[in-house]
C-alpha cells in the first residue's frame, strides 16, 4: 500500500532529504586519487552523525556499509572497503540515506575522477539528464510509466542501456516504500500519480548491455554484465499541489 504523505511530513523528509544531500557533497570533497571506499564510507557516516541522523543503510538487509560506494563497472551495492582505492579517471558512485525524525533520505550521485573518458563523461551526464526528465513527468494526474519512458527515451537516443533489474522506489518512514518506480516503461502505462505521494527516481545505466550480474562471494555488488561502465543519480520527491518538489540539496 502506497503510504501517502501531507505536508507536515514532506516538511520532515525534507530536513533527512538535506541531511543526505550534504553528506554527499561533503565526500565529493573527499574523491580523489589514493583515497579508499572505506574512507569515504567513513566521512559520510561521520556527517551523518553528526547531524543527529543515522546512515540509513548500515545494518540494512545486513550491509556493512553507511554508503554504497560503486566504482566503474560496479552498478550498485558495491562495499566500502580500506582495499578499494580510487584512481584517476575512475568513476565512483556513492548512494547514501539519512534516517532523520522518522524519516529516510535516499540519494545518489557518480563523480568523475581526475579525467575520464568523453565516453564516461556523456554516460554520467545523460545518467544526470534522464533523473530530470523523469522528474519533469513526475506530475498528479500522469502515470508511473510516463517517467520511466521519459527516463528511458533519454538514455537510449545516447545509445545506452536502462538497467531493469533494480528500479528506484516509494520512500518515507521506510527507506523502500510502495510504489516500484521503474526507470523504463510506456508512457500512459501504469499507476497514476497523485498529490503526497513520495517517490525515489533513480537511473542505473549503463554503457553497454542492461544485464548485470550479483557478486556471490561478497553477497552485495552488483556489475555490468559486459564489465562496462555504468552510472546511477538518484534523489527523493514529492508531489504537492504546488508541483514536484525535489527533497534533498
Ligand atoms: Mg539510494
Ligand atoms: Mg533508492
Redesign the pocket.
Known amino acids: 500500500m502506497i503510504q501517502l504523505k501531507n505536508a507536515a511530513q514532506i516538511k520532515a523528509m525534507r530536513e533527512a532529504g538535506r541531511i543526505t544531500g550534504e553528506a554527499l557533497l561533503v565526500a565529493r570533497e573527499h574523491v580523489r586519487e589514493g583515497v579508499s571506499t572505506y574512507e569515504l564510507d567513513q566521512v559520510i557516516r561521520h556527517y551523518i552523525e553528526k547531524s543527529g541522523a543515522k546512515p540509513s543503510f548500515l545494518g540494512l538487509y545486513g550491509f556493512p556499509g553507511s554508503a554504497?560506494i560503486s566504482v566503474n563497472d560496479e552498478v550498485i551495492h558495491g562495499i566500502p572497503s580500506k582495499k578499494r582505492v580510487i584512481r584517476a579517471g575512475d568513476i565512483v558512485k556513492i548512494?547514501?540515506?539519512a534516517y532523520y525524525r522518522g524519516f529516510h533520505g535516499?540519494?545518489?550521485r557518480t563523480i568523475a575522477v581526475g579525467k575520464v573518458s568523453d565516453t564516461a563523461q556523456r554516460l554520467i551526464e545523460t545518467t544526470r539528464r534522464s533523473f530530470f526528465a523523469g522528474v519533469d513527468a513526475f506530475n498528479a494526474g500522469n502515470r508511473m510509466g510516463d517517467i520511466g519512458n521519459a527516463i528511458q527515451t533519454v538514455v537510449e537516443n545516447e545509445g545506452f542501456s536502462v538497467v531493469k533489474r533494480y528500479i528506484g522506489h516509494g520512500i518515507g518512514r521506510d527507506l523502500h516504500e510502495s510504489p516500484d518506480v521503474p526507470n523504463f516503461g510506456n508512457a500512459g502505462r501504469g499507476r497514476r500519480l497523485v498529490n503526497g505521494m513520495v517517490i525515489?527516481i533513480?537511473p542505473m545505466i549503463n554503457q553497454g548491455t542492461a544485464a548485470v550480474d550479483f557478486d556471490k562471494e561478497d553477497g552485495w555488488t552488483v556489475r555490468s554484465r559486459d564489465r562496462k561502465l555504468s552510472a546511477h543519480y538518484?534523489n527523493p520527491l514529492a508531489i504537492t499541489p504546488d508541483g514536484p518538489i525535489l527533497l534533498t540539496v
Request: proline share 0%; hydrophobic share 30%; aromatic share 0%.
Open positions: 554504497c548512494d547514501v540515506g535516499d540519494s545518489a525515489a533513480e538518484e
